[in-house]
């Protein structure tokens, strides 16, 4: 017999980013343009989802055009491109444009100059400049003007659809009220929701920002907002009672804000776990774990990921245990960012002198001590060094999550090996399996290194079992997971694992 069973009709995902989930070049001769897939945590997690529920994705393209040029169209993904990213089409893409100028105040002066510096607690560092900020928030209209006609699109397609809209990170905490704004006229009923991937500061730094009020507000017009830790959702829920006077439950999260509840829940983010597990299976050996011992650090070249206290802390060792020496070297891999700034440049002059100071230090005829990569490699030689290292040395200064520890133990498929880890990030929220350290200590961290390349093999596998248990558990399908029912969306069951 035949039953008469409505279905409910699925949300329609936007996913607002300041970049989209590939990059697009020009080549300057032929004058094609071409797409090449991203491989950073949101894309990987992201990706699937709008690929599978034929959403859209709305984001700047990385190209400058000028005032009287037309901008090419979006291509689409290669036929031999098989990452996540290839199932997005390119009619689901909404690009933003924006001229060079702006875009430069905007992302380089507001977003890395004053916020990046000032959300990891940085405040020195941070440079507030009304021009910016200006842009910051013109820029933000215009992307809010584009998800709007995502919002349009997506309903003239179906109009039974509840548009579900996903903005992500600090660059774009204003967007949520121009959204709301201009879809109000159109009288489309849309959620909204927000995850910010770097830290939320306490009360007395946050305030430090001169535009704090502002950026409240903005992410106050979403129904949900999502941080790595408890720690930080209690300082967004501090900032808004202390400084918009919000009535706040704390302990349940929510905030009262013009007749409205905001729900603030910490959604820590994982990592696609089964497709690192998988990697490090098949990835070639790049190191001799029999002959060679590695100390392993991985990533972008941040003043936040405390590269120059590292080096300090393996130098440290390397002074106190001399038998380490032609035993043990420290293999850094540090993939360029934000080269067209000042403060990234010397850090990168710092790190290379201090590289060069070590290895002139300690090098032997046979033997030196620091390996230094400054460039990206392949995912698969990444997870191949995550397999074969026996430490890996993950110390920021402040980190939002950081991905490449979960990495680290995903990797772990042979003699496992041991992760020293900062304090001072998201994950040793959980992690504390792992050595935790602080990065600010030198001798600390050293001391950590040396217990690390002493661990017995039995508490080493019992450590990096339980490590890895959980982050199976919590991987990023979950994570996605936990967004969407924050969300109260229909759009993934609990056990759809549609990341692997
Ligand atoms: C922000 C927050 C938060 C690194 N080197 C190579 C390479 N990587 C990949 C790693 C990892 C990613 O880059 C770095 O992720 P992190 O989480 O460590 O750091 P951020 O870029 O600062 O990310 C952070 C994250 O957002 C997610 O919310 O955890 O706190 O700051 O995935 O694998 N990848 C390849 N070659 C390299 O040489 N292929």
Same mark, same amino acid.
């Given at each position: 017999k035949e039953e008469n069973v409505e279905? @409910?009709?699925?949300? /329609?995902?936007?996913? %607002?980013?300041?970049?989209?989930?590939?990059?697009?070049? !020009? $080549?300057?001769?032929? +004058?094609?343009?071409?797409?090449?897939?991203?491989?950073?945590?949101?894309?990987?997690?992201?990706?699937?989802?709008?690929?599978?529920?034929?959403?859209?994705?709305?984001?700047?393209?990385?190209?400058?055009?000028?005032?009287?040029?037309?901008?090419?169209?979006?291509?689409?993904?290669?036929?031999?491109?098989?990452?996540?990213? @290839?199932?997005?089409? /390119?009619?689901?893409? %909404?690009?933003?444009?924006?001229?060079?100028?702006?875009? !430069? $105040?905007?992302?380089? +002066?507001?977003?890395?100059?004053?916020?990046?510096?000032?959300?990891?607690?940085?405040?020195?560092?941070?440079?507030?400049?009304?021009?910016?900020?200006?842009?910051?928030?013109?820029?933000?209209?215009?992307?809010?003007?584009?998800?709007?006609?995502?919002?349009?699109?997506?309903?003239?397609?179906?109009?039974?659809?509840?548009?579900?809209i996903w903005i992500h990170d600090s660059q774009l905490m204003l967007a949520a009220s121009t959204i709301r704004e201009l879809s109000k006229k159109d009288d489309i009923p849309i959620k909204i929701g927000f995850f910010l991937h770097i830290p939320f500061p306490p009360f007395d730094i946050f305030s430090i920002c001169p535009w704090s009020k502002d950026i409240l507000c903005g992410l106050l017009e979403c129904g949900v907002i999502g941080f790595h830790t408890e720690g930080y959702c209690l300082n967004f829920i501090d900032c808004c009672h202390r400084q918009l006077s919000c009535r706040v439950d704390r302990s349940a999260g929510i905030i009262e804000y013009k007749d409205r509840h905001i729900r603030v829940r910490a959604m820590p983010i994982g990592i696609p776990y089964d497709r690192f597990v998988q990697l490090a299976e098949e990835a070639p050996r790049v190191i001799k774990r029999t002959t060679e011992t590695v100390i392993l650090g991985v990533e972008r070249l941040d003043y936040t990921k405390g590269l120059i206290h590292r080096l300090q802390a393996f130098e440290k060792l390397l002074e106190d245990h001399p038998e380490y020496i032609e035993k043990v070297y420290f293999m850094q891999i540090t993939v360029p960012s934000r080269t067209n700034v000042q403060e990234y440049q010397d850090l990168k002059q710092e790190i290379d002198q201090l590289v060069g100071k070590i290895n002139g230090k300690f090098s032997t005829a046979n033997w030196s001590?620091?390996?230094?990569?400054?460039?990206?490699?392949?995912?698969?030689?990444?997870?191949?060094?995550?397999?074969?290292?026996?430490?890996?040395?993950?110390?920021?200064?402040?980190?939002?999550?950081?991905?490449?520890?979960?990495e680290f133990v995903a990797c772990q498929t042979g003699d496992p090996g041991v992760l020293v880890l900062s304090r001072f990030t998201g994950a040793a929220e959980l992690m504390q399996e792992a050595l935790l350290c602080s990065p600010y200590k030198i001798e600390e961290v050293a001391e950590a290194l040396h217990k690390a390349l002493q661990m017995p093999l039995e508490e080493r596998t019992m450590r990096m079992q339980s490590l890895q248990r959980r982050e199976k558990k919590n991987d990023v399908n979950t994570w996605m997971y936990m967004f969407m029912q924050a969300m109260e969306s229909n759009l993934l069951k609990p056990d759809q694992k549609i990341i692997t």
């Open positions: 279905v @409910a009709e699925q949300d /329609a995902l936007i996913v %607002v980013s300041n970049r989209l989930p590939f990059i697009i070049t !020009k $080549n300057p001769l032929t +004058g094609d343009v071409e797409r090449k897939s991203s491989a950073g945590g949101l894309v990987t997690a992201v990706a699937p989802v709008v690929a599978q529920c034929k959403g859209k994705w709305v984001g700047w393209t990385g190209v400058f055009y000028g005032p009287n040029e037309e901008p090419d169209p979006i291509p689409e993904a290669d036929i031999n491109d098989k990452t996540p990213t @290839a199932g997005i089409k /390119a009619e689901q893409i %909404v690009p933003v444009y924006c001229d060079e100028k702006r875009f !430069k $105040n905007y992302y380089d +002066g507001c977003c890395n100059g004053g916020l990046w510096p000032l959300f990891h607690s940085m405040q020195d560092r941070a440079v507030f400049s009304d021009d910016h900020w200006q842009d910051y928030v013109a820029v933000n209209e215009l992307f809010a003007e584009k998800t709007v006609e995502a919002i349009r699109n997506v309903r003239e397609a179906n109009s039974n659809v509840t548009p579900l001590p620091v390996r230094y990569i400054y460039g990206c490699i392949p995912q698969s030689e990444l997870a191949s060094y995550y397999r074969d290292a026996s430490v890996a040395l993950v110390t920021p200064l402040r980190d939002g999550m950081n991905l490449v520890c979960k």
